[in-house]
Nanobody, 122 residues
């Protein structure tokens, strides 16, 4: 029903920035709540940020003040701006979507992209 494709990952030095994009293919993207999650090797998938269909944003404490989630409904795209990157931000970043999702838990999101790798060197 919904397909998500992430892009924008790469290798960056500590303190640098990246902007991740998640392009969605669906009939009504504007009605979906969107989230970003990340998973580092050997660790569980964790919540990073989410944005509701009305534009309300929420962040994990570990990224608050450094990352910004936004959406462009005209382009069917959600973004994650990553600033002041730290080595501990290194992970595969996943885009997720769902209808009327009011949750930071990965299991509550039915649609997922394949992920994009973010590597931060010290």
């Amino acid at each position: 029903q919904v397909q998500l494709v992430e892009s924008g990952g790469g290798l960056v030095q500590a303190g640098g920035s990246l902007r991740l994009s998640c392009a969605a293919s669906g009939r009504t993207f504007s009605t979906y709540d969107m989230g970003w999650f990340r998973q580092a090797p050997g660790k569980e998938r964790e919540f990073v940020a989410r944005i509701t269909r009305r534009g309300s944003t929420f962040y994990a404490d570990s990224v608050k003040g450094r990352f910004t989630i936004s959406r462009d409904n005209a382009k069917n795209t959600v973004y994650l701006q990553l600033n002041s990157l730290k080595p501990e931000d290194t992970a595969v970043y996943y885009c997720a979507a769902g209808l009327f999702i009011n949750s930071n838990q990965a299991l509550d999101y039915p649609y997922w992209g394949q992920g994009t790798q973010v590597t931060v060197s010290s």
